[in-house]
């Protein structure tokens, strides 16, 4: 099929319908409210059609959202022998890439709009939440970090801390500052994790 014929046209016509459809559906009632027979009931395509141009409601969310699994690469450190807060920098340095590269806009809704914002960027399955679960495992296993906490429990905190910078910077409309925000705040935040030296 020849990228300008009619069929091909009429395919990304279709295709740009249920993105802008899906779109305002997951972002109005959410991930876990929103059904494919309801996308494709709005726009007026047979559901044939979707699974021919997405692979499921998943895949459709991540055209929507963008594929936040290209971000947080294959975490690789000595843990017994790197400084820990490489750790935190690799997590910061993918989260500035994602940012700037999914924009501001995208990054907020799909966090804070019913979107299932969780389910786009925080759910466990996610390379984000994979890279930190790694990682917390790695440095405890290292002996690094004090007794007492879990890697859930810091994966958590660390999630929690990503959140309200994202929502700060968004809201206070500086943007500019996100980077720096998170850095200082999950550094501060890290090293209470880290065992005392004696």
């Known amino acids: 099929m020849q990228k300008n014929s009619p069929r091909a046209v009429k395919t990304e016509q279709t295709r740009k319908?249920?993105?802008?459809?899906?779109?305002?559906?997951?972002r109005h009632d959410g991930y876990d409210?929103?059904?494919i027979r309801?996308?494709?009931?709005?726009?007026?395509v047979a559901t044939g059609t979707f699974y021919h141009l997405f692979a499921s409601k998943e895949s459709l969310l991540e055209a929507v959202f963008g594929d936040t699994n290209s971000y947080y690469a294959t975490l690789e450190m000595d843990f017994e022998r790197d400084?820990?807060?490489?750790?935190?920098?690799?997590?910061v340095d993918e989260s500035v890439r994602m940012y700037n590269d999914l924009g501001p806009e995208t990054i907020f809704s799909a966090v804070f709009l019913p979107s299932g914002g969780n389910k786009t960027l925080f759910d466990p399955k996610r390379s984000s939440n994979q890279f930190v679960h790694r990682g917390f495992q790695g440095l405890q296993g290292a002996g690094k970090l004090r007794e007492g906490l879990t890697p859930e429990e810091m994966q958590e905190e660390m999630g929690a801390c990503l959140i309200g910078v994202l929502?700060?910077?968004y809201a206070m409309g500086n943007v500019e500052q996100y980077?720096?925000?998170l850095r200082r705040l999950l550094y501060s935040l890290f090293s209470s994790y880290l065992k005392k030296e004696d």
């Open 167 to 169: 929502y700060s910077v």
């Open 83 to 91: 400084d820990p807060f490489r750790f935190v920098d690799a997590y």
């Open 33 to 35: 409210n929103t059904s």
């Open 17 to 26: 319908k249920i993105l802008e459809v899906g779109t305002r559906l997951l």
């Open 38 to 44: 309801q996308i494709c009931e709005e726009a007026q």
């Open 179 to 181: 980077e720096g925000k």
